[in-house]
């Protein structure tokens, strides 16, 4: 009995804990323009294969590089967003200006042209991506640490969340859409054939999009208060460089050599391997480890300068708490695995599903409306999902929470071997309605679709409790990390926390986009086969769309066991922390006192 009331004293959230309606409200906005480039991009990056004609490989590794420059550039906003002090507070000016410039860049990347080289294209397309991410870093990681401290309650953070999340499938129910959208020939058609345009259907749903992420992104920086805007101001870090440079340990630099030069020729071969000639590998292999020299002197160079010293060393210490490594390397698994079977899904619908559509573009048309109905109703329960988690997250703690949510993805991963179902003859009646145009007509081909598919679009509700709890509990329990970091340093530093659990998702992605173009390219998938791909090739799409999120999944599970968090040990922290912060302002009011009386007794002498 007295157990139970204690339990119920704790899933009690105190009045100054509560975050009101409408901060959550402002707080999901900005969620909802955080996703809105990442469902987006994720989709309509397939234009550079479908619409333009680049290899896969090529575009695997246009989204490669990006991906790398934004986590490289993760935990300098971190750092730089912790650290800042502004009468606007640390994080806010960042999200303003952030939001504005991504959701302009965004615009601008997919203004691609047909009468472009695809060289020309690659190059346009490659280098404005680069530059969104930078801009886009610049607002996500600041909003993501401003999540961090808007509560410092358990359960509270994990409501917080909810609420990002279920903002955050408003893109996801409308961009598994794209292909129905850039293909459709009433809304984008060439003049000249009167045939559907998806580049043209590109260009100017980036606008729109573009739109979305500065009105939605700049909500948070104008309406949400920060809760640790008045903090002192960080010690300014001064040194001799040379003294710094000094300092470094050979070990390290050799490290550091063998790791850029590394990279550096994996990159170059990767790149060249198919367009350049044997005889041309030695030059090549003398300009990478030229270009490995250089790299290598320009870390070294910034480690020797105590300002990025002190950033290193501030990230270094965010993986001495075991935790949180846990943290990342389970959202590594688990997202990464979900979005390379996203990878796969897309040419699996295309190729095996509609395999027997009478033309390409019928295939393309109706494999766009499969999409979309299956990503409209994936996004719909994860938002019931999402709604759930926190009442189960107090029932079972995080922790176990997952022990119910990740099994059940698995269960719709596997599911999707027997959704996929080939059903149309070549003469169905699906082709001759996706023929025509109008409302009625596309319409009437998705109910023909979804009654047809009913199979896949049963994996959804399984397969989202996964992803749905993984966003929804960890960034909750990243919160309950920072507050432990408190404990031990002494700082907030939900900026670098937020930037180095980011670069852990951002790496993925890169990896990801990396693995899935390669991949695709070793099923021996052949674009200018269309529909009429080898029986192997689908076979392995479909293993590794099924196979690869199941193994993650697994994965995850065993190490999430290693977990030793609690409510109990949060809120000994919090208490310990609520000590220390009320003998600290005791301490500053003392000082204070001790300097009046000072300054009154030297203007009385």
């Given at each position: ?15 100054e ?19 809105s ?12 294969i ?20 934004d ?10 967003s ?28 997919f ?24 801009a ?41 859409w794209?292909?129905a ?70 070990k ?16 170059s ?5 198919a367009?350049?000639p044997?005889?041309s ?31 290193f ?10 935790t ?12 990464n ?62 922790k ?12 719709g ?14 003469k169905?009646?699906?082709w001759?309605?996706l ?17 047809e ?45 937020s ?25 021996g ?25 199941i ?12 977990f030793?968090t609690?409510?109990?040990?949060a ?35």
């Amino acid at each position: 009995m007295e157990q139970s009331a204690v339990k119920a004293k704790r899933n009690v959230i105190s009045p100054e804990d509560r975050i009101p309606v409408l901060q959550k409200f402002v707080y999901g906005m900005g969620a909802l323009a955080n996703d809105s480039q990442a469902a987006w991009l994720g989709q309509m990056v397939a234009i550079l294969i479908l619409g333009l004609g680049i290899k896969p490989y090529l575009v695997g590794l246009i989204g490669f590089v990006p991906r790398i420059f934004d986590a490289v550039l993760d935990p300098i906003i971190g750092y730089t967003s912790d650290n800042a002090r502004t009468k606007y507070g640390r994080r806010r000016p960042f999200i303003f200006w952030g939001a504005i410039t991504a959701g302009i860049l965004y615009a601008l990347m997919f203004q691609l042209y047909r009468g472009h080289s695809n060289t020309f294209n690659g190059w346009y397309f490659l280098i404005l991506q680069i530059i969104f991410f930078g801009a886009f870093t610049c607002y996500s990681i600041p909003w993501i640490a401003l999540g961090y401290e808007m509560t410092p309650d358990y359960h509270e953070r994990t409501s917080l969340q909810s609420w990002a999340r279920a903002f955050a499938q408003v893109p996801w129910l409308i961009a598994p859409w794209c292909w129905a959208i850039l293909y459709n020939k009433s809304w984008f058609s060439d003049p000249k054939t009167g045939a559907a345009d998806p580049v043209l259907g590109a260009r100017v749903v980036a606008i729109i999009i573009g739109a979305v992420i500065v009105f939605a992104g700049v909500l948070p920086a104008i309406f949400i208060k920060e809760h640790f805007a008045n903090l002192p101001k960080p010690k300014k870090i001064t040194g001799e460089f040379i003294k710094h440079l000094k300092a470094n340990k050979p070990k390290f630099i050799a490290k550091s050599f063998a790791v850029f030069c590394t990279i550096s020729f994996g990159f170059s071969f990767y790149v060249n391997w198919a367009q350049y000639p044997w005889y041309s590998l030695p030059v090549r292999i003398v300009a990478v480890v030229l270009g490995g020299i250089l790299l290598t002197g320009i870390f070294i160079f910034l480690y020797a300068i105590p300002v990025i010293k002190k950033m290193f060393d501030n990230i270094a210490l965010t993986f001495k708490i075991k935790t949180f490594v846990k943290i990342c390397a389970v959202t590594f698994l688990i997202f990464n695995g979900f979005m390379l079977s996203s990878t796969f899904i897309l040419w699996v619908i295309f190729f095996y599903v509609f395999k027997n559509a009478p033309s390409n573009e019928l295939a393309y048309s109706a494999g766009g409306k499969l999409l979309g109905i299956f990503g409209t109703f994936s996004a719909i329960c994860t938002v019931f999902v999402v709604s759930i988690i926190p009442w189960l997250s107090r029932k079972l703690g995080k922790k176990n929470a997952f022990f119910v949510t990740i099994p059940l993805s698995i269960i719709g991963f596997s599911m999707k071997w027997i959704g996929y179902n080939q059903i149309h003859p070549a003469k169905s009646q699906l082709w001759a309605v996706l023929s025509g145009t109008g409302f009625g007509s596309f319409i009437k081909a998705c109910l023909i679709i979804a009654r047809e598919h009913y199979l896949l679009l049963a994996c959804a509700p399984f397969i989202v409790f996964g992803l749905g709890s993984l966003f929804t509990i960890i960034l909750s329990m990243v919160a309950d990390v920072c507050d432990v970091d408190e404990l031990e340093t002494g700082q907030r530093r939900e900026g670098v926390f937020s930037a180095v659990y980011w670069w852990m998702v951002k790496l993925g992605l890169a990896v990801s986009g990396l693995l899935g173009g390669a991949m695709l390219s070793w099923t021996g998938f052949r674009q200018e086969l269309g529909i009429a791909q080898a029986a192997s090739t689908l076979l392995w799409m479909r293993i590794l769309d099924v196979g690869i999120p199941i193994v993650t999944s697994i994965i995850a599970i065993f190490i999430i066991m290693t977990f030793k968090t609690s409510e109990a040990k949060a809120r000994e922290v919090r208490v310990k922390i609520e000590r220390r912060r009320e003998e600290r302002r005791r301490e500053q009011i003392r000082v204070e006192e001790d300097r009046r009386r000072r300054e009154r007794r030297q203007g009385n002498e």
